[in-house]
């Protein structure tokens, strides 16, 4: 059984080599690094190039693409692995991670979506904090009870895409919501209590100026209503009666 991270990058020359680096530190003999680079103008290529040329299990092209969404389909296209991890290259594994994965995808059942927990750093405000998405469900994910901080922390089947398509190219932001949102309605879902990858938020991210601009929050609560509407009936009922007591507790919480 093999995995293969995906890594989609454009003009990342000030962290590419760190995340090489990281899953060359994985000492993970079953993994293949894709990297798809979207025709980068700084030394994102000549980084790329110089690793590829030592360490044979690095993969890589670079052309122009529509986004990340869009880099990772094409890398999909190419992978090898049973086994999918997506790696941001400003993002990190934790020591022997891949490994760990590797392990507990040996019992699970076709499809399956792994998650475990990730450590979130917010440069701005120099604060860490631990996501652990241990009441994993799909209800629990769509009352927004339970959330997954970041694709580091969470591999799959390849398979999967054969049954729910590819990322959503026009998606340039919460692509990840929508597909562990897609995956999760048909997935087997397995919840680790391990540190499995660590993400961060510093600025000039995506992810940064989308919150600092209010549509972080907006897209999130789309993707829960849309796939909220594709539940049989009853279950749609009990999803959205749950959340509705959620948002009540929250509310009535934040006004004492």
């Not at 030394?43 to 986004?67: L, M, N």
Request: proline share 4%.
């Amino acid at each position: 059984m093999k995995i293969s991270v995906l890594t989609p990058v454009y003009n990342g020359e000030q962290f590419i080599a760190e995340c090489i680096e990281n899953v060359i530190a994985q000492n993970c003999p079953n993994v293949e690094h894709i990297i798809a680079d979207g025709g980068s103008k700084d030394h994102t290529v000549a980084i790329i190039r110089q690793y590829a040329e030592r360490y044979p299990h690095i993969r890589w092209f670079s052309e122009p693409d529509r986004g990340q969404s869009d880099a990772m389909n094409k890398a999909l296209k190419i992978a090898e692995g049973e086994i999918i991890g997506v790696l941001n290259i400003d993002d990190l594994y934790e020591p022997n991670a891949l490994n760990t994965v590797l392990e507990q995808f040996t019992t699970l059942p076709v499809p399956s979506l792994l998650v475990g927990n990730c450590w979130v750093w917010d440069e701005q405000s120099d604060r860490t904090f631990l996501n652990r998405p241990n009441a994993l469900s799909l209800t629990n994910l769509l009352i927004g009870r339970t959330h997954l901080a970041n694709p580091a922390a969470y591999f799959y089947h390849a398979s999967l895409h054969q049954q729910i398509g590819d990322y959503k190219v026009e998606e340039h932001y919460a692509m990840d919501v929508d597909f562990v949102l897609k995956a999760s309605m048909i997935a087997h879902l397995k919840y680790i209590d391990v540190n499995l990858g660590r993400y961060r938020i510093y600025a000039n991210t995506k992810t940064a100026i989308d919150a600092q601009v209010g549509l972080s929050k907006q897209r999130y609560q789309t993707y829960l209503q849309t796939y909220t509407d594709k539940l049989p009936l009853t279950q749609r009922w009990i999803v959205q009666g749950l959340r509705s007591l959620r948002n009540l507790r929250v509310t009535l919480q934040t006004s004492i």
